[in-house]
């Protein structure tokens, strides 16, 4: 069972940046690869970006390409959200999640979820 927590969010003004970060413990970090999702009032969650097992390949949703990346620390168990350039339609819960088999755009081919950090981004 893979436990996951995500730190760093808060609020912000339009066109700063902030660092999420996703902590995982009880398994083997580098065997799942791990995503960043977020989900905004009224809304469906919705794929932000996503890595690979070993970090050599990411994915961004068309939103947040240039803007945000993601990144990964096997040994220090984490994976990293840097938003840059921040919008108010930024604002969401972002969770972080990991999968043992796939990197996918799709939540639900996801097992393991954080419990979500709240970023607001002031206009």
């Known amino acids: 069972q893979v436990q996951l927590v995500e730190s760093g969010g808060g609020l912000v003004q339009a066109g700063g940046s902030l660092r999420l970060s996703c902590e995982a413990s009880g398994g083997t970090f580098s065997k799942y690869a791990m995503a960043w999702f977020r989900q905004a009032p009224g809304k469906e969650r919705e794929f932000v970006a996503a890595?690979?097992?070993?970090?050599?390949?990411?994915y961004a949703a068309g939103s947040v390409k240039g803007r945000f990346t993601i990144s990964r620390d096997n040994v220090k168990n984490t994976v990293y959200l840097q938003m840059n350039s921040l919008k108010p339609e930024d604002t969401a819960v972002y969770y972080c999640?990991?999968?043992?088999?796939?990197?996918?755009?799709?939540?639900?081919?996801?097992?393991?979820w954080g419990q979500g950090t709240q970023v607001t981004v002031s206009s």
């Open positions: 890595i690979s097992w070993s970090g050599i390949s990411t």
């Open positions: 999640a990991a999968s043992r088999t796939v990197v996918s755009t799709i939540p639900q081919q996801y097992d393991y």
